[in-house]
């Protein structure tokens, strides 16, 4: 009897025919115009091209951040299209965290109630948020800077910050816009360390805009953007 196949797992995304427009006639810009690509669970991924090729609008749409002008974006199988805000806003808070190269902590906030924004939004108990909130500063190496204000902390302590927060909801997605653009070269590579060890140790699927090659060559696979058009996929 011929053994049974099992069926492989649908991808973290995929889009068909994605087209991205601002404007209208002299004003019209098409950002992206027709990509069709699968990012695989657990994969780590770098996005990358010039200022303006639609690399960061593509993320957005990915991120449920923005919409499509036309074509599908398939989240874990499932067609996104036509979710309520609501709905998109509890799909973006229960499955992706963030990482961008603006911190965005709010500066007089302690960096635990940085940490729980998340899950204050999420409506978690203040007792498990607390929980929850040291685990992932533990697990940043961040747990002594729990009381501290985010104005107090270095580039570097802010992102591990930022890092823990996406981390939080332990989501199954990260997206990564230049991470490590506002640090040093010494404290950009802890920082990205720390990322794929995550995607290593945990499963986490990374997403990484960058324009950095030494960035984009430690994912296992590069997409490039050109002009709003993918011109090349490469993998490690």
């Known amino acids: 009897m011929p053994a049974l196949l099992t069926p492989s797992p649908p991808p973290a995304f995929e889009t068909r025919d994605l087209t991205k427009t601002y404007g209208r006639g002299s004003t019209r810009f098409d950002a992206l115009r027709?990509?069709?690509?699968?990012?695989?669970?657990?994969?780590?991924?770098?996005i990358t091209g010039k200022s303006g090729s639609g690399k960061s609008t593509l993320m957005h749409i990915l991120a449920l951040l923005d919409e499509p002008s036309s074509g599908d974006v398939l989240l874990h199988g499932d067609g996104v299209a036509g979710l309520s805000n609501a709905a998109v806003n509890k799909v973006r808070n229960a499955t992706f965290g963030f990482v961008f190269q603006q911190f965005f902590l709010i500066p007089n906030a302690s960096v635990l109630e940085n940490v729980?924004?998340?899950?204050k939004i999420a409506g978690v108990s203040p007792r498990e948020r607390r929980r929850r909130g040291?685990?992932?500063?533990?697990?940043?190496?961040?747990?002594d800077k729990a009381k501290n204000r985010a104005t107090d902390l270095s580039g570097g302590q802010k992102q591990r910050v930022v890092i823990a927060r996406a981390l939080v909801n332990e989501p199954s997605i990260i997206f990564a816009d230049e991470p490590t653009g506002n640090l040093d070269s010494a404290t950009g590579a802890v920082v990205e360390d720390i990322l794929f060890d995550l995607n290593a140790t945990r499963g986490i699927t990374l997403v990484i805009v960058t324009h950095e090659p030494e960035l984009a060559a430690r994912c296992d696979r590069?997409?490039?953007i050109h002009d709003g058009?993918?011109?090349?996929e490469v993998s490690a």
């Open 34 to 46: 027709g990509v069709s690509l699968r990012i695989e669970e657990g994969e780590s991924v770098a």
């Open 116 to 119: 729980i924004l998340p899950l």
């Open 134 to 143: 040291m685990e992932a500063l533990e697990a940043l190496g961040m747990a």
């Open 222 to 224: 590069r997409i490039q």
């Open 229 to 232: 058009l993918l011109v090349e």
